[in-house]
């Protein structure tokens, strides 16, 4: 069965850290672009990161830069999302996804995501 489960959303107070994950299953995630959004309530999906299937040069948004890190264990076949210096304003919905051979940047279309989480809460308190 394919699949993607994210988890260690949870509650946190700003300046905090939090670590997410995704378990990928029925897939290898190196053969694969993986990438995370967020989704707070009343907005748009957002993009926050992502990780080309080369496993290099990872690509943020502006909001999260040098605040948020992805990184890949092949091993264990996992995506993780380290954030650190949580702000009210991430608070959300963290989704990862994966596209097969997708990259970490890309132009005006996006990659098609092949999979998708169900979501894990982030509530970031003031």
């Known amino acids: 069965q394919v699949q993607l489960v994210e988890s260690g959303g949870g509650l946190v107070q700003a300046g905090g850290s939090l670590r997410l994950s995704c378990a990928a299953s029925?897939?290898?995630?190196?053969?694969?672009?993986m990438y995370w959004f967020r989704q707070a309530p009343g907005k748009e999906r957002e993009f926050v990161g992502g990780?080309?299937?080369?496993?290099?040069?990872?690509n943020y948004a502006d909001s999260v830069k040098g605040r948020f890190t992805i990184s890949r264990d092949n091993a264990k076949n996992v995506v993780d999302l380290q954030m650190n210096s949580l702000k009210p304003e991430d608070t959300a919905v963290y989704s990862c996804?994966?596209?097969?051979?997708?990259?970490?940047?890309?132009?005006?279309?996006?990659?098609?995501?092949?999979?998708w989480g169900q979501g894990t809460q982030v509530t970031v308190s003031s």
């Open positions: 029925g897939f290898t995630v190196r053969n694969y672009g």
């Open positions: 990780l080309g299937w080369t496993g290099t040069f990872p």
């Open positions: 996804a994966a596209a097969l051979y997708g990259p970490a940047r890309w132009g005006k279309s996006q990659p098609r995501y092949d999979y």
